[in-house]
């Protein structure tokens, strides 16, 4: 055997977010910022590495995940539940650099808590892109940002605070094929109204017609562009799905037949059923509305049952900014949701992490398997407990380094 890698790390448990299992006792070897081998933790192996003098991290009592990855993001926004705050950050004369630090403190939350990527899903003003031709050098080297700038809603409908309405008697398409705005690798299309927090499971209608979110996706297509649709209830979801959007977001009240069109494309699925709890546990809502958001999120876990046994391509995003889903941790908290909905843990993270490696196009993370970004979180302790506190300390790997609390630890050893 001969190696040259810059270090090992001995994992109690790998999940490696392929598939769904957990692998005991394993060795991970970093070369550079790539994992360059796993192997099987036999004493003779680790013996042999030892007597090498190679560099040997112990983690053989914790926990080892792909680095995870947030599809529904919006950066712009904090998850207060601070009226005065909130109305603070939806104003339209807010100073830019307000808004370009609110951004870098999200993103940098994302690191903390083991995000390697996240989809910003829109902003009224297009904030997010403006930070990235303005702050390109504020952006945390550890993590990804795609984004879809403004949404497009129709005029007069739900959409207002994630975008921009479609001008009057001007097509959709025409919109998406006339903006110069477009560069974060996707469009954002408003294609229902909210959850009612007044009567359970009312379904609003879709903002445009068939014809015109199929002309829209093909020339988002044609842009080099993919598509996210905002949609709730059946006739907007089987609009999108018809459209050949690239993922429904939220699809609250679906409904089993557009759970069986989204498996028989594999169109990939976002749930945000954290937003039901988030309102649930810290909005300030009535008895009554909590009880419409309790209904409403345990619907969501039950089409999210159906989801997992008709296949449907599962991912997973938080809406991290809506009201107390605070950035990063949302995360944790979304993945205890499916655990809750009958996901097992490795099916749990395979959704946070190649699922939506998957959608975004990024094949070299979401993964750890050999040849694969090091992209990485060690979460002390066995596989049962590592999603019960999402504040437990953990060590993130970017790019082959190992971070506590923001600092590299292996300057240390
Ligand atoms: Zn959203």
């Given at each position: 055997m001969k190696f040259n890698p810059n270090y090992f790390v001995i994992a109690g448990w790998l999940i490696d977010g392929s598939n769904c299992k957990v692998q005991k006792d394993v060795v991970l070897e970093i070369s550079?910022?790539?994992?360059?081998?796993?192997?099987?933790?036999?004493?003779?192996?680790?013996?042999?590495?030892?007597?090498?003098?190679?560099?040997?991290?112990?983690?053989?009592?914790?926990?080892?995940?792909?680095?995870?990855?947030d599809n529904h993001v919006h950066l712009s926004l904090a998850g207060t539940t601070n009226p005065e705050i909130r109305q603070n950050q939806l104003s339209q004369h807010q100073s830019l650099s307000k808004v370009y630090r609110r951004i870098c403190t999200h993103l940098n939350l994302h690191c903390d808590y083991g995000i390697a990527a996240v989809r910003d899903a829109g902003d009224f003003r297009g904030f997010v892109q403006a930070f990235v031709a303005a702050k390109s050098k504020c952006l945390p080297a550890s993590i990804r940002l795609q984004f879809c700038g403004k949404g497009?809603?129709?005029?007069?409908?739900?959409?207002?605070?994630?975008g921009c309405a479609v001008k009057r008697n001007t097509a959709l398409a025409s919109e998406i094929e006339n903006s110069k705005e477009l560069c974060g690798g996707w469009v954002k299309i408003v294609n229902s109204g909210l959850n009612s927090l007044v009567q359970f499971g009312q379904e609003t209608a879709p903002q445009f017609s068939r014809a015109d979110l199929r002309a829209a996706v093909q020339t988002a297509i044609s842009?080099?562009?993919?598509?996210?649709?905002?949609a709730n209830g059946k006739i907007p979801v089987r609009l999108a799905i018809e459209a050949g959007c690239h993922s429904i977001e939220h699809g609250f009240f679906m409904g089993q037949s557009n759970l069986k069109r989204m498996a028989d494309k594999q169109i990939t699925w976002i749930p945000t059923a954290?937003?039901?709890?988030?309102?649930?546990?810290?909005?300030?809502?009535?008895?009554?509305?909590?009880?419409?958001?309790?209904r409403t999120l345990n619907h969501q876990l039950k089409q999210l049952r159906l989801a997992r046994e008709y296949g449907v391509p599962?991912?997973?995003?938080?809406?991290?900014?809506?009201?107390?889903?605070?950035?990063?941790?949302?995360?944790?908290?979304?993945?205890?949701?499916?655990?809750?909905?009958g996901f097992g843990l490795g099916e749990t993270v395979k959704s946070a992490s190649a699922v939506n490696a998957k959608l975004l196009q990024a094949n070299d993370i979401g993964t750890l398997r050999t040849g694969k970004q090091a992209a990485f979180i060690i979460i002390s302790g066995g596989p049962r407990d590592i999603l019960n506190d999402p504040q437990r300390s953990k060590i993130v790997a970017t790019d082959g380094v190992l971070y506590r609390d923001n600092s590299n630890i292996m300057n240390d050893c």
């Open positions: 550079g910022e790539k994992v360059s081998g796993i192997h099987v933790a036999e004493p003779v192996f680790l013996d042999y590495i030892r007597s090498q003098k190679q560099r040997v991290f112990d983690y053989s009592k914790d926990t080892v995940l792909p680095a995870l990855i497009w809603h129709n005029t007069g409908r739900y959409g207002r605070m994630i842009r080099g562009l993919r598509v996210m649709v905002h954290t937003t039901m709890a988030a309102l649930i546990q810290k909005g300030s809502i009535s008895a009554k509305a909590a009880d419409i958001a309790k599962v991912g997973l995003g938080t809406d991290s900014g809506s009201i107390g889903e605070d950035h990063g941790k949302a995360v944790w908290q979304e993945m205890q949701l499916y655990r809750s909905a």
